[in-house]
Structure formats: structure tokens, C-alpha cells
């Protein structure tokens, strides 16, 4: 068995709501290997994003062990936590979340600039990874000028321009008709195989199920069978 | 991250426009109040000569209100004796002239060369009693010249020449005492009366022996040095300074309040984006130094419309019509010193409150920034 690029042992969220503690995610353990295609099914509410948060170091558990590529996220401090979502994750959210004020190339630009590139370099690096992903021409386009999948597209840029060995994207087809999804898919798909970093997926697409290479069922918070692996 | 803060600036132009003004109202009362309170301190500051020591009525403040008793010149030059250079009798009035605030001595003209060391700056002394000396700041205020008719009280006098004594505060014409006498009539007669002691003599016994003499001959007078008078006048507006200077402050306390306001609403309204700033990389030092940079912009704008209105308003607002107080004219004027104060203020203002504000946001996690928790849309 290959190793684990991202292992959860007990892995736990809870949340306080008014006097009730809310389990987002309870219990979960998995694994999942380097360049895997990893797609997390389950329906609204079952726990999903909050595994994306936690995997992406954007929330902390409350309980539980979390190792990405061997570094126990749990351990690290804030700005060590900043540098490691700097340095190797990359987000596609499901409404996208590009800055409104922003041009497309300025979006697809800010992780480098994160990383401390300068503005000029960074935008010469985002067109060409724009052109790559066939927007070319949309460039100089704010997001309220691009359609939902072109939306995407640029976000699913943002998400690979730094090189990340760790893709995150959470319902990325949610919000797009059948054919902007499609073209999505195929280019996580193949962004996936060409740059080998390992892609795990919240969705409730079930046309993802048939290019994943492990399905992990969340249920209430819960994994819902052992992770079958391909 | 300047670059973003512009581009968030520009992309929201209307709250930008509106922010820069809100905050600039408030500067731009900070940048009135500093020079007015300085102003009323000016006021307030010693002048005038410390040989001269001025009879008044006791427990008056308005000098134009005094009586001094027909005879009282004889009893203070028999007190003084040899100390006592000469003493006259003073017709003071405030008034408007022609619409600006005067201040009218009417006394002997033997007296404004020797005891108020009155300076003729152009012209010649009056020659006789339709004619008066004008005070430096009263030409410079109402824009006569030597040779102008002017109206006092109703009646015309020509200006036979512009002086400046030391000291001098007020716009103040000069006239002989028998001029202000006919003009105003006998019945009030002089308000104050000015010793002028011998270089010689030791002003502060001299004053001693006056107060003491005074109480045995007529208990109802004080006797000041003129500029300890002038002083005392000045500390009736100590109140009126220390408003402004509240007022300055609370000014101040205002942009704190205002820019975390508004820096508070600013990073609200952006939860989401800086929650994606967040997830992308940016640390929590360069969201920060965003929401900073952010309201640092807003502040120096807002200090330069306020500069410019504060600039515009002294030069042709305060102007044409100089502050005067009890007819003395004290100067509203913005030093650069002044300015750089009111720029570090007003910046420091800003930086606290938005970085008040933004403490809060940066404390939380990107992900509650996203809104992505349980019951959210993406949970």
C-alpha cells in the first residue's frame, strides 16, 4: 500500500451553538494518497467543507491527529499554518470567491504575490497559466464580466499557479450548467495527472464518482463505509 | 498590498468619497480650533509697557465701563510724587467704525509719544481736534489710509497719520482727549487713568504706594501695570480657549471613532474577501497592513481636503474679517507646524481606530471569514 499524502485519525469539529455543541465532523479517519483524485460525497450538512477546512488549514480540529505529507497540522502555529496554505494548498470554492475589485489576471496572481513575487511578474505568470486553462482573452475581465464557468476557470487558475501539492475544491461544479462543469472536471482532471499534486473534492456531482480515484462518504459528520481506494 | 487597497478604493468610489469627507469635516475642526485656541492665547499674552501703571474702577472687566473720579489725576501725582513722569486721563470707547471694531483712546496727545510710545509710521500728528492718529492694525483692518474722512460716532474726522505703538493688539484710533470729550460729552467722562512713572523709578513700589494711597483717598480703584491689565483682560477668555481647545480634542477622539467605524464596516462588508486573502496565503501582518494601508489612504486624503478647506477658509473666509475680541484683533493663522500636528494626529486617529477594528477580524480563523461553518451554504 502506497503511503498517505493526507491521513485524519479521529479527526473532529465541533462547534458551540448556544448551549449545544454541534459535531460538523466526528471521528473520521482516512487516507489518501499523493497525486490522488480523492471526491468527498454526502449530502448539505454532512461535513464536507468542514474536512476541506481542516485538510486546508483554514479551521482547526477540535480532536483528533492530521498529517499532510508528513507535517501534523495540529502542531503548527498560526504563521506556520499561513506558510503551509501558501506554500501547498490551493482553494476552489464553489462561488468561486474571486475579489469583485480585481481583474481575472490580478486574482490568478495573488498567491505569488502572497509568496512575495512582485506584481509585474506575478501577472506575467497568471496570463500564461490563463491561457493554459483557454482564457486568454478574458484576462483583463472583472469576475461580474465572466460567466459562472469562466469564473471557475479562473479560480481553478488561482488555485494551481503557485504549484500546490495539495488541491482543494469544495462543490467547484456546484453553481455551473452541465457543460461548464464538464469542462471543469476535465481540466481538474487533467491539471490533476500533468501537475501531480493530489485533489480532494467536496461534491454532490455524481458524474465525479467515475474519474475519482477514492470516494469518501461523509454522513452527519461521520465517514459512512472504509474509504475504497482504486 | 497598497495596490490592493487602491484598487478596493477605487472600486467603491462612493464610500471612499463619502469616508474622505466625514473625516475631513472632523480635521478640518481640528485645523480651525488649534490656530483659535493659539489665537485666544496670543490674546491673552503680556504686552503693553510696564512703566505705565493703569488706574481702573475696581471689579470692572470691561475697561469701557470704569468711571474715574474728576480729581483722581491730583491724588495719584501727590502719592507718586517725584516717582511720576506724568498722568493722564483716558477716554476709552469700543466701538464700530465704518463696520470694524475700534478701540478709541481719547488722551492728551503730550502723552502718545512719552507714555504710550506711539510711532508715527506716515502722515503727521493731528493739529487739531477733527483730526486722529490710526493704529497700524486698525488701517491694515478697515483699509484707511492718511488723508481718509472717516465717521466716529457720527461724526467725521480725517486721518492725519498711521501709528504703531509696542505691544499693540488692538485696532485702535487715537485722539486728543478734548476731541473724545466733545464726542461722547462730559457725563461719563474718563474710564481710565495712566501713571507713567520716571525710568528711574521702581514700578513695582510704586504700585504698592498707589494701591495703598488709593484705598486711603478712594477705596474703589485697582492699579495694574498695563500689561499685567492687559493680561487680566486676556484671562476673561481662558473659558473660551480651553472650549476650543476641548472641542479640538473631542475633534480628534471623533476620527479615532469615525475611522474605526468605518474600518469596522469596511472589513465586514469584506469578510469574505479577506477570508479569501487569508486562504490564499496572505498571513494575518499583510491583511492587516491591507485594512491599514486601506484607512492610511483614507486618512491622508482626508487631511489634505480638510488642509484646503482650512487654508481656504482663513485666507478668504476668516480673512477680510479678522477675529477680533472686545475690539482687539488677534491673527487666526495655520502654521506648517501646526499643519504636520494636525496630519500625525489626525493619521495616528485613523491607524488606532481601524486598527482597533481590524483586530477583531484578523483574530478568526479564514474559514469563519468565509462564512464556512455549520449551517452555513457550504457546510
Known amino acids: 500500500m502506497s503511503r498517505s499524502f493526507v491521513q485524519t485519525q479521529s479527526l473532529t469539529r465541533t462547534y458551540r451553538r448556544g448551549s449545544e455543541d454541534v459535531h460538523a465532523l466526528l471521528d473520521v479517519t482516512l487516507a489518501i494518497p499523493p497525486s490522488a483524485f480523492a471526491v468527498v460525497f454526502g449530502p448539505s450538512g454532512s461535513g464536507k467543507s468542514t474536512l476541506l477546512n481542516l485538510i486546508g488549514g483554514i479551521d482547526r480540529p477540535t480532536s483528533g491527529g492530521l498529517r499532510v505529507d508528513g507535517v501534523e497540522l495540529n502542531a503548527l502555529t498560526e504563521r506556520q499554518l499561513d506558510r503551509y496554505r501558501r506554500d501547498h494548498v490551493g482553494f476552489v470554492f464553489q462561488f468561486n470567491n474571486l475579489l469583485p475589485n480585481l481583474d481575472a489576471l490580478e486574482n490568478v496572481a495573488l498567491p505569488l504575490v502572497a509568496q512575495g513575487q512582485s506584481w509585474a511578474r506575478a501577472r506575467s505568470q497568471a496570463r500564461d497559466q490563463l491561457t493554459a486553462l483557454g482564457m486568454g482573452d478574458r484576462v483583463g475581465h472583472r469576475p461580474a464580466e465572466l460567466s459562472g464557468g469562466e469564473q471557475q476557470r479562473v479560480a481553478l487558475a488561482r488555485a494551481v499557479i503557485s504549484g500546490p501539492d495539495l488541491v482543494l475544491a469544495d462543490e467547484p461544479t456546484g453553481d455551473l450548467d452541465s457543460k461548464s462543469a464538464e469542462t471543469v472536471l476535465d481540466l481538474m482532471s487533467s491539471l490533476n495527472q500533468d501537475l501531480g499534486a493530489t485533489f480532494v473534492i467536496a461534491t454532490h456531482n455524481p458524474r465525479l464518482e467515475s474519474r475519482a480515484t477514492q470516494v469518501i462518504e461523509l454522513t452527519n459528520g461521520r465517514m459512512s463505509p472504509p474509504a475504497p481506494q482504486r | ?379
Open chain 2, 1 to 379: 498590498m497598497i495596490h490592493l487597497a487602491i484598487r478596493d478604493l477605487r472600486h467603491d468610489l462612493l464610500t471612499f468619497g463619502f469616508s474622505v469627507v466625514a473625516l475631513g469635516v472632523l480635521v478640518f475642526a481640528f485645523l480651525l480650533l488649534i490656530p483659535l485656541s493659539l489665537a485666544i492665547t496670543r490674546f491673552g499674552e503680556a504686552g503693553g509697557l510696564p512703566q505705565n501703571l493703569i488706574i481702573v474702577e475696581r471689579d470692572i472687566l470691561q475697561p469701557e465701563q470704569s468711571r474715574i473720579a474728576p480729581n483722581l489725576a491730583e491724588g495719584v501725582a501727590a502719592i507718586l510724587g517725584d516717582r511720576l513722569n506724568r498722568v493722564d486721563p483716558v477716554i476709552f470707547r469700543i466701538l464700530r467704525v465704518e463696520g470694524h471694531p475700534i478701540q478709541l483712546r481719547g488722551v492728551a496727545t503730550g502723552s502718545w509719544v512719552t507714555t504710550f510710545r506711539l510711532r508715527l509710521l506716515e502722515g503727521a500728528w493731528p493739529t487739531d481736534s477733527s483730526e486722529i492718529v490710526m493704529g497700524q492694525l486698525a488701517s491694515q483692518g478697515g483699509g484707511w489710509r492718511t488723508g481718509d474722512e472717516i465717521n466716529i460716532y457720527g461724526q467725521p474726522f480725517r486721518v492725519a497719520g498711521i501709528a504703531d505703538g509696542p505691544g499693540t493688539k488692538t485696532q485702535t484710533v487715537w485722539m486728543s482727549y478734548a476731541a473724545a470729550s466733545d464726542l461722547f460729552g462730559p457725563e461719563k467722562g474718563a474710564q481710565l487713568l495712566v501713571a507713567h512713572l520716571q525710568p528711574s523709578a521702581d514700578p513695582l513700589t510704586a504700585r504698592q504706594d498707589l494701591e495703598n494711597g488709593l484705598r486711603s483717598i478712594a477705596g474703589e480703584y485697582d492699579a495694574y501695570f498695563e500689561d499685567a491689565f492687559v493680561r487680566e483682560y486676556g484671562a476673561a477668555l481662558n473659558d473660551l480657549r480651553s472650549l476650543s481647545l476641548l472641542a479640538a480634542v473631542i475633534a480628534i477622539v471623533a476620527v479615532t471613532l469615525g475611522s474605526h467605524n468605518l474600518a469596522w464596516l469596511a472589513a465586514e462588508e469584506r469578510r469574505r474577501p479577506l477570508g479569501v486573502l487569508r486562504a490564499v496565503g496572505f498571513d494575518r501582518e499583510a491583511v492587516g497592513r491591507y485594512l491599514l494601508l486601506r484607512a492610511g489612504v483614507v486618512s491622508v486624503a482626508s487631511y489634505l481636503l480638510a488642509l484646503a478647506a482650512a487654508i481656504l477658509f482663513i485666507r478668504f473666509g476668516v480673512g477680510p474679517n479678522p477675529l477680533t475680541i472686545g475690539g482687539a484683533q488677534t491673527a487666526l493663522i495655520l502654521t506648517p507646524p501646526m499643519a504636520v500636528l494636525g496630519l500625525l494626529l489626525a493619521s495616528a486617529a485613523t491607524l488606532t481606530g481601524t486598527w482597533l477594528s481590524a483586530r477583531a477580524v484578523l483574530r478568526v480563523s479564514p474559514a469563519s471569514l468565509l462564512g464556512r461553518g455549520p449551517g452555513s451554504t457550504f457546510a
